[in-house]
T-cell receptor, first 112, second 114 residues
Framework: SQKIEQNSEALNIQEGKTATLTCNYTNYSPAYLQWYRQDPGRGPVFLLLIRENEKEKRKERLKVTFDTTLKQSLFHITASQPADSATYLCGASMDSNYQLIWGAGTKLIIKP | DSGVTQTPKHLITATGQRVTLRCSPRSGDLSVYWYQQSLDQGLQFLIHYYNGEERAKGNILERFSAQQFPDLHSELNLSSLELGDSALYFC?????????????FGPGTRLTVL
């Protein structure tokens, strides 16, 4: 079955360093990948979307890559800050499909 | 604030009961999505409506049903509730429901079944 996998273990990063989160997909060829941020008890908030024909997308301190060979997306936060601590969700979709398939999310903890 | 509203914020009920969760999408958005999020699972897609019509169905139990009304608000009905239905239920909306649409999530309804 189609599956989106994110590292279920929390990622601890020192403030100022780059945090890198991984999203892998299997039995699936998404055309789009989206990344969302979710704070405890709140709804997810959209961050970035990347298309399969785009290698990389940037927004301020955020960067997303899409590698169709490795079937993987990487999400980077540069110059990380404690305020970046949250759970980050990866969602995938196709042109023929009206739903996002979600990973379980990775909890990011930025330590001062 | 995403512009999506959900009521109630919290709901505590007993097994076997029926509840209705309500969602109002952002102004101008035609699509509404419902998701279930449990502690040990990620976001589980339940159902997607576009302009009153069902567009996609996910892992929605037969005990659950949803509807989108002419004013575009949506309701999720959960019946014969079980302990395992305890979860956060999110509604999201988007402009057209296209795969590239940004989904705007509401604050969620926390359902506790005792």
């Amino acid at each position: 079955s189609q599956k989106i996998e994110q590292n279920s273990e929390a990622l601890n990063i020192q403030e100022g360093k780059t945090a890198t989160l991984t999203c892998n997909y299997t039995n699936y060829s998404p055309a789009y990948l989206q990344w969302y941020r979710q704070d405890p008890g709140r709804g997810p908030v959209f961050l970035l979307l990347i298309r399969e024909n785009e290698k990389e997308k940037r927004k301020e301190r955020l960067k997303v890559t899409f590698d169709t060979t490795l079937k993987q997306s990487l999400f980077h936060i540069t110059a990380s800050q404690p305020a970046d601590s949250a759970t980050y969700l990866c969602g995938a979709s196709m042109d023929s499909n009206y739903q996002l398939i979600w990973g379980a999310g990775t909890k990011l903890i930025i330590k001062p | 604030d995403s512009g999506v509203t959900q009521t109630p914020k919290h709901l505590i009920t007993a097994t076997g009961q029926r509840v209705t969760l309500r969602c109002s999408p952002r102004s101008g958005d035609l699509s509404v999505y419902w998701y279930q999020q449990s502690l040990d699972q990620g976001l589980q897609f339940l159902i997607h409506y576009y302009n009153g019509e069902e567009r996609a169905k996910g892992n929605i139990l037969e005990r659950f049903s949803a509807q989108q009304f002419p004013d575009l608000h949506s309701e999720l009905n959960l019946s014969s509730l079980e302990l395992g239905d305890s979860a956060l239920y999110f509604c999201a909306s988007s402009v057209q429901g296209a795969p590239t649409d940004t989904q705007y999530f509401g604050p969620g309804t926390r359902l506790t079944v005792l």
